[in-house]
């Protein structure tokens, strides 16, 4: 299984724009990359996943690049309800194939 | 549409006894995977069932069972319980099938295991 690589913490205000950016440099070609969200006490929940170029919802982008060993999860314009645990997974979609997750981004965001 | 969801809410037990968690998918889930969530820590994967069949395991003692019921509904089991196991426990559904999106999961609120 891939390993992955991303900051420990990072500290935004408010409406600013947040690039948390995941290191997966052993990505194999059936890999997806998917990010999750996690807030104290409660369970993860999904925010988006990809497998190149860029993905887009209505939460996040994610951006992927042609040689897939790194993703960025870009959260736009920030407020305090997005201070949480951002997680980086990247494996196969096959069942039975076990989520991997790191100790995963600290976003804080202030006012 | 409900989401996951886990009982009991929170649980106090005693070193040694046994304990059982219970989850229910989201409708039209077959897949339910188990997992263990200690502070500070990412969730740490246990099993995953699908279509009633174990398909996935991770790095945990036989202490820990599960199995999944005909309507996809699951419960764990962990038996002589340990002070280490004390930990947030997270049940998470999914589609697997034909389009396998396995690592889309949806997670419940969990339940909060305390061993004293």
């Known amino acids: 299984l891939a390993k992955t690589t991303q900051p420990i913490s990072m500290d935004s205000y408010e409406g600013q724009e947040v690039n948390i950016t995941c290191s997966h440099n052993?990505?194999?070609?059936?890999?997806?990359i998917t990010w999750y969200q996690q807030f104290p006490s409660q369970g993860p929940r999904f925010i988006i996943q990809?497998?190149?170029t860029k993905v887009t919802n209505e939460v996040a982008s994610l951006f992927i690049p042609a040689d897939r060993k790194s993703s960025t999860l870009s959260l736009p314009r920030v407020s305090l309800s997005d201070t949480a645990v951002y997680y980086c997974l990247v494996g196969d979609n096959q069942a039975g194939t076990a989520l991997i997750f790191g100790k995963g981004t600290t976003l804080s965001v202030s006012s | 549409d409900a989401g996951v969801t886990q009982s009991p809410t929170h649980l106090i037990k005693t070193r040694g006894q046994h304990v059982t968690l219970r989850c229910s998918p989201i409708?039209?889930?077959?897949?339910v995977s188990w997992y263990q969530q200690v502070l500070g820590q990412g969730p740490q994967f246990i099993f995953q069932?699908?279509?009633?069949?174990?398909?996935g395991r991770g790095n945990f003692p036989d202490r820990f069972s599960a199995r999944q019921f005909p309507n996809y509904s699951s419960e764990l089991n962990v038996n002589a319980l340990l002070l280490g196991d004390s930990a947030l426990y997270l049940c998470?559904?999914?589609?697997?099938?034909?389009?396998?999106?396995?690592?889309?999961?949806?997670f419940g609120p969990g339940t909060r295991l305390t061993v004293t």
């Open positions: 052993n990505i194999a070609t059936n890999d997806y």
């Open positions: 069932y699908y279509e009633k069949e174990e398909r």
């Open positions: 990809g497998y190149k």
């Open positions: 409708s039209g889930h077959k897949s």
């Open positions: 998470a559904s999914s589609l697997v099938g034909a389009t396998s999106t396995n690592y889309e999961q949806y």
